[in-house]
């Protein structure tokens, strides 16, 4: 009580002040003043206003992944303690990934024809690493509006860029189908190919110079969403990229 009197008391002091300070103003300083003090009024309002946008937005998005991961996973989510990275501007797409790729990959072959770069069933899929990772519980990413690295980077650099995984791109992509029943991403030219850089399988003593990186299209004859593999030392920039952080 005391502190809430006292800072009070300091309130009260400094608009004293302020009203001793615009006695001996002219009419146009006392009326920039005003200026200045209702802009601060307001500053807080449109900030709450922003704040409750965005958390509504979220709540939404969340809504929805929840309605998703039942009806096509029989998955009950309970996102109450899900970590949601900070939003940055340009992120305004949020992605929560609950099972495992192997999951993923099943669910998706139910809707649509789906190619992968080996004979083998799952053996490959199961290999595959990623830069984040359901193992350990739920985990949310914001992904970038846009599918290119920006004209600053020129060029895909793990250091700097976090890019999307191949089970949030295949995510995507379901989720895009089953609510909409349009591709999430309609291009069929396999030179632009959508990189899923943040997956990749080592091909010898876990040198990532020897590794290797997923990347999804459609193909353009066959009608079935393609992922075959490309080396790093490949020129990435030949496929786009959907970020989802610059580090």
Known sequence: MAANTSRKGRLISLCGSAIELVNKRSEA??????????????????????????????????????????TEFDLTCDFTSLAIPERREGFSRLVVVVPPLDHIFRRCRKHFPLWKHTRRELGNIRSILSERDPKNGPYAVWVQDADFIPEEYGYFDRTRIASINLSERLLLELKCLV???????????????????GSYRYLNLRDWSRAVLPTVFWGSLEGRLRVPWYSVLQDLISGSLRVVEFK
Do not use: H, M
């Open 29 to 70: 300083q006392v009326e920039s003043l005003l200026e200045a003090l209702q802009k601060f009024k307001s500053a807080p309002q449109e900030l709450l206003l922003k704040q409750d946008s965005a958390t509504s937005d979220i709540d939404t998005q969340l809504a929805s992944w929840r309605r998703f991961y039942l």
């Open 179 to 197: 609510e909409t029943g349009k591709r999430f991403d309609n291009r069929v030219n396999n030179l632009e190919r959508n990189q899923c850089a």
